[in-house]
C-alpha cells in the first residue's frame, strides 16, 4: 500500500500523442513508481507512418501498420489511455481540454507530430488527398480503384484524366508511393483491370527543388530518379504548383496537367495545439525548445518530436523531423525523468545523424550512411531498409504479417488487398 506521503510526490505526466516519441517516452516510464501517467491520443492506435504508402496501394492491410494503445499498456500499473483530442492548453493552471473532459497535470508533454502544410492554398486543401494518417492513406487507396472502376465506363478523354495520378512533392512520401504506384501498374492493374488501356495511364512526380530526396546525398537522388523513370514516372524536378481546381493543376510556368486525382506530399508543420503562445512558435511552425525539451519559459511543459523545434548551431532550422529523431528526443526526456527523481542534473539532446534510406521497388533503394559517410543502391540497400522498417514495426503479430505479405508480393508480383470501401471518401467529386 502507497502511504500518504508517496502518494503526494508521485507526479502526472501528461503526454498528448502516441505517435513514436509519445509512445516511447509512455514506454520508457511504464510501472515507474514516481510517475503517473496519461497518454491521450485522438485515435486509440498507434500508426506506424513510414509504410503509409503501402497501404495506399493496397500492399498492406490497415491493422498491419496500427497497434491498439490499450493493448500495449494492458498491463501497466501507472499508464492511462484516453481517446480524446486536445483543444486547448491552460499553461498556467496546469490544465488541458480535451473533446473528452479536462485534465490536470504536473508535466505536460506535447507529442502532437506534424500536419500537411498546403502553404496556405485552399484550393489545394480542398482537392488534393494528404497521407498524413492511416485512414488519409485508405482513402487515397479508395480514390484510386474507384478511378480505375470509372475509367471502364468513361470516355476516351475522360479515361485518360481519371488514370493519371500527381504526386506532389519528391521527399521519401512522394518517391516511394510514385514507384509502388508505378509497380502496380506494371504488375497488377493491367490482370485486374483487362478492360482498360494501361498505357494511358500517367504517373507524374513532381518536385519544386532541383532534386529529389532533397535531405539525401546527390548520388542518392540521382539514383531515385534513375529508378522512377526507369518504372515510367513522369519525374517534374523545378515545378512548383500554383493551384489545382480537382481536374486542371496549374503550374508556376502557366503550363498545366489534367488529374483527378493529386496526392499532396509537398510539405509538413508542426501541429501545435491552441494555448501556445506565438513567442514560442518557430517559422517553421513548430513549439521552441531548449536541448531539455522545455518549452521556452516553461518547467514543466516539454515538446518532442515533429512538433519541436531546437534550434543549434550546426541545425540552424532545427533537426529533421524523422522517426529516429522523435524516438531518441523521448528516450532522453524519459532518463531526465528519471534524473529528476534523483535530484541529479538534466542531460541535453544530443542528435546523432542516423543516416538516411528510402524505396523505389523491389530490389531498388537508396540509403546513405553517416556513419561512415557512404551511400549505396540496389538490391543491399533495399533488404536494409525492409529489415529496419519490420524491426521499427510495434508487435510481433504484425511484423510477421508485414513480412509474408512482403513474400508474397516478391513472389508473385501481386497486390493482395485491393479493397474498395467507398464510405471513406472525404473529398468533393471530382470535375470530370
Ligand atoms: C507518409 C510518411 C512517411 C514517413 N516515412 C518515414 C521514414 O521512412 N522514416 C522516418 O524516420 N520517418 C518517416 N516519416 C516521419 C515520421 O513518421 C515522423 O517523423 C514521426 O511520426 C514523428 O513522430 P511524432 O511522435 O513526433 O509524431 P507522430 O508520430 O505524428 O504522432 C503524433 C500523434 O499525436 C496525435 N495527435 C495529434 N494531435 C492531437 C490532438 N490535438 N489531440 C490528441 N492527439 C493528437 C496523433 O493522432 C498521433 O498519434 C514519415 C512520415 C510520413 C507522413
Redesign the pocket.
Known amino acids: 500500500m502507497s502511504t500518504e506521503n508517496e502518494i503526494q510526490s508521485i507526479k502526472h505526466i501528461v503526454i498528448?500523442?502516441?505517435?513514436?516519441?509519445?509512445?516511447?517516452l509512455a514506454r520508457k516510464l511504464n510501472n515507474h513508481p514516481s510517475y503517473k501517467i496519461t497518454l491521450?491520443?485522438?485515435?486509440n492506435?498507434?500508426?506506424?507512418?513510414?509504410?503509409?504508402?503501402q497501404v495506399a496501394m493496397a500492399n498492406l492491410d490497415a491493422s498491419n501498420i496500427s497497434f491498439p494503445l490499450r493493448n500495449i499498456f494492458q498491463k501497466s500499473k501507472n499508464v492511462t489511455i484516453r481517446v480524446?483530442?486536445?483543444?486547448n492548453i491552460n499553461a498556467e493552471i496546469n490544465t488541458l481540454e480535451?473533446?473528452n473532459g479536462d485534465f490536470t497535470y504536473d508535466y505536460l508533454v506535447i507529442?502532437?507530430?506534424?500536419?500537411t502544410n498546403y502553404f496556405g492554398n485552399a484550393s489545394i486543401e480542398k482537392y488534393c488527398f494528404p497521407?498524413?494518417?492511416t485512414w488519409e492513406?485508405l482513402e487515397i487507396r479508395n480514390i484510386l480503384l474507384t478511378h480505375f472502376e470509372e475509367a471502364i465506363a468513361a470516355d476516351n478523354a475522360n479515361t485518360k484524366k481519371l488514370l493519371s495520378v500527381v504526386i506532389v512533392g519528391g521527399g521519401?512520401?512522394g518517391v516511394?508511393?510514385s514507384g509502388a504506384l508505378a509497380e502496380m501498374k506494371i504488375d497488377t492493374l493491367p490482370l485486374e483491370y483487362p478492360e482498360l488501356d494501361f498505357t494511358e495511364m500517367k504517373i507524374y512526380l513532381l518536385e519544386g527543388s532541383a532534386k529529389l530526396l532533397s535531405a539525401m546525398s546527390e548520388a542518392s537522388s540521382l539514383k531515385a530518379n534513375e529508378y522512377l523513370q526507369k518504372l515510367g514516372v513522369t519525374v517534374m524536378l523545378n515545378t512548383i504548383v500554383k493551384d489545382y481546381n480537382g481536374s486542371q493543376i496549374l503550374l508556376q510556368d502557366a503550363t498545366s496537367i489534367e488529374s483527378t486525382f493529386v496526392i499532396w506530399?509537398a510539405g509538413?508543420k508542426g501541429?501545435i495545439?491552441k494555448g501556445i503562445k506565438t513567442d514560442f512558435i518557430s517559422k517553421s511552425h513548430q513549439i521552441k525548445t531548449d536541448s531539455f525539451h522545455r518549452v521556452i519559459s516553461k518547467e514543466n511543459i516539454f515538446a518532442?518530436?515533429?512538433?519541436?523545434f531546437i534550434e543549434s548551431d550546426l541545425y540552424p532550422k532545427g533537426y529533421?523531423?524523422?522517426?529516429?529523431?522523435?524516438?531518441d528526443?523521448?528516450q532522453n526526456l524519459a532518463n531526465n525523468f528519471l534524473r529528476l527523481v534523483k535530484n541529479l542534473p538534466l542531460v541535453p539532446y544530443q542528435y546523432i545523424n542516423k543516416g538516411?534510406?528510402?524505396t523505389v521497388g523491389r530490389n531498388k533503394a537508396v540509403v546513405d550512411l553517416a556513419i561512415p559517410k557512404l551511400s549505396f543502391h540496389g538490391f543491399f540497400a533495399w533488404f536494409i531498409?525492409m529489415t529496419l522498417?519490420l524491426f521499427?514495426l510495434i508487435g510481433f503479430k504484425n511484423r510477421l504479417i508485414v513480412f509474408i505479405n512482403w513474400i508474397y508480393k516478391y513472389i508473385t508480383h501481386r497486390q493482395s488487398l485491393a479493397l474498395l470501401f467507398p464510405s471513406i471518401n472525404s473529398k468533393p467529386e471530382p470535375k470530370i
Open positions: 498528448i500523442g502516441a505517435g513514436f516519441a509519445g509512445l516511447k491521450i491520443d485522438k485515435n492506435y498507434h500508426q506506424f507512418q513510414p509504410l503509409f504508402y480524446a483530442t486536445v483543444t480535451t473533446s507529442a502532437t507530430g506534424a500536419v497521407m498524413k494518417s492513406a521519401p512520401t516511394e508511393l506530399a509538413v501541429n495545439p518532442l518530436g515533429d512538433v519541436a529533421p523531423q524523422l522517426a529516429s529523431v522523435a524516438i528526443q523521448a538516411s534510406m528510402a531498409w522498417h521499427l
